[in-house]
């Protein structure tokens, strides 16, 4: 995405906004927003290539050997990402 695609995306974006008339749905996208704004923070890096290959080919080694986590944690874990 160019930066002019991506300023194009906040304009329209700002005039969705502004076409809200309701007060508890502008509340509720404040909300949104805000939220997804600070995941957009704490996304702590991104890896190369092979970091990737790396990490899959442990995460492969792992479910051949019944290694890994319940659904409880994994739901916990998706849950503090959200």
């Known amino acids: 995405m ?3 695609e991506l300023e194009a995306g906040k304009i329209e974006l700002i005039r969705e906004i502004l076409r809200i008339d309701n007060r508890d749905v502008l509340d509720r996208v404040r909300l949104e927003i805000r939220k997804w704004l600070s995941i957009s923070e704490r996304i702590p890096c991104s890896y190369t290539l092979e970091d990737v290959k790396q990490r899959l080919s442990i995460t492969e080694a ?3 050997a ?3 986590i319940i659904e409880e944690e994994a739901n ?3 849950d503090n990402w959200i």
Do not use: E, K, Q, Y
């Open 2 to 4: 160019t930066a002019l």
């Open 62 to 64: 792992d479910a051949i």
């Open 66 to 68: 019944g290694r890994g």
């Open 76 to 78: 916990d874990i998706i």
